[in-house]
């Protein structure tokens, strides 16, 4: 849609060049939610396009993903074959409520920074214990934990005019052992639940990232494999009722009951 309060559009070449942050600057990525709805305090949108960051590089401490790459791009990637849990990035792509049109356009960056329970870039970030670098406006770069950006719905840790630059996932990550579960009402619609476990094989331990379900992401993490009553003891502790998402596409108690379903599921499938 036309945005008819937008009356300036930067493209810069440099981050350098946005001086000054003011209140209606917003940054541009894919643009797939800003064009979606009016945005009536935004007055100048700042395109990250031409800052032509390489999407995705292979170090040797793991992978780092540009704010600004595509879903597609980022499902096209094939990992090493030793990067076993590199296969959630596609299950996280096929996540969306969304077609291939959007694929194009959106950007991992973006699907972070709107931060919606149901952001599947966020899902695969915090069970893959990535790192995000954020450029604060006028400050020096930070690294917070994915599981620590994301702090309510729609509501995330970035200050005015800091900016996501990239997200780092380390390699250890990318070599455990993982089960992926998701619930959604439609065919590619909406997550009502997406729950992901990663085991490594040395150590039998478990961490369970809950997503969708609750309006922020929760981390579970477990030195060795729980027994089925302790994980759901755990997640009683941490989830409570108040974390469950309410909206259109399930109810608290329902997303509660997928929640401890899956990761139950999810417990006996890394435990075999
Ligand atoms: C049909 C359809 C289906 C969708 N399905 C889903 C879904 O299933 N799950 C979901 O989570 N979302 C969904 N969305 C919402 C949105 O499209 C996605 O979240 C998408 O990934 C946003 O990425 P984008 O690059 O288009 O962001 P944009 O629309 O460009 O930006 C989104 C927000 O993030 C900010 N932003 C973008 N990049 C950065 C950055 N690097 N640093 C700081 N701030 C930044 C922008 O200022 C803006 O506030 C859907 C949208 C549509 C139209």
Redesign the pocket.
């Known amino acids: 849609m036309n945005l008819h309060t937008v009356v300036e559009v930067k493209r810069p070449v440099s981050i350098g060049e946005i001086d000054r942050w003011e209140t209606g600057y917003?940054?541009?990525?894919?643009?797939?939610?800003?064009?979606?709805e009016p945005q009536i305090e935004t007055h100048t949108l700042i395109d990250?396009e031409r800052l032509d960051w390489p999407p995705l590089q292979m170090t040797q401490d793991g992978l780092e993903i540009a704010?600004?790459c595509s879903?597609a791009d980022l499902y096209a990637f094939q990992p090493p074959a030793a990067w076993i849990a590199g296969s959630l990035i596609g299950e996280c792509c096929r996540s969306?409520?969304?077609s291939f049109k959007?694929w194009n356009?959106?950007?991992v960056?973006?699907?972070i920074?709107?931060s919606?329970p149901?952001?599947?870039?966020i899902s695969l970030a915090c069970a893959l214990e990535g790192t995000y670098t954020l450029w604060p406006h006028g400050g020096e770069p930070r690294d917070v934990a994915a599981v620590d950006f994301t702090v309510d719905n729609h509501r995330n840790i970035?200050q005015p005019g800091?900016?996501?630059r990239s997200v780092k996932i380390p390699v250890r990550a990318f070599t455990k052992r993982h089960a992926f579960r998701r619930e959604s009402l439609t065919n590619i619609g909406?997550?009502e639940a997406l729950l992901i476990g990663t085991s490594a094989p040395e150590f039998g331990d478990l961490l369970l990232t809950i997503t969708a379900a609750t309006v922020r992401p929760v981390q579970l993490r477990f030195e060795t494999m729980p027994t089925a009553a302790a994980l759901r003891e755990a997640i009683d502790a941490a989830v409570p009722e108040t974390l469950y998402l309410d909206d259109v596409n399930g109810s608290p108690p329902h997303r509660r009951h997928l929640t401890y379903y899956y990761a139950e599921a999810i417990r006996r499938e890394l435990a075999a």
């Open positions: 917003a940054w541009l990525a894919g643009g797939t939610w800003l064009f979606s990250l704010a600004t879903i969306f409520l969304a959007i356009e959106a950007t960056g973006g699907n920074c709107m919606l149901a952001g599947p870039m970035l800091e900016l996501l909406r997550s």
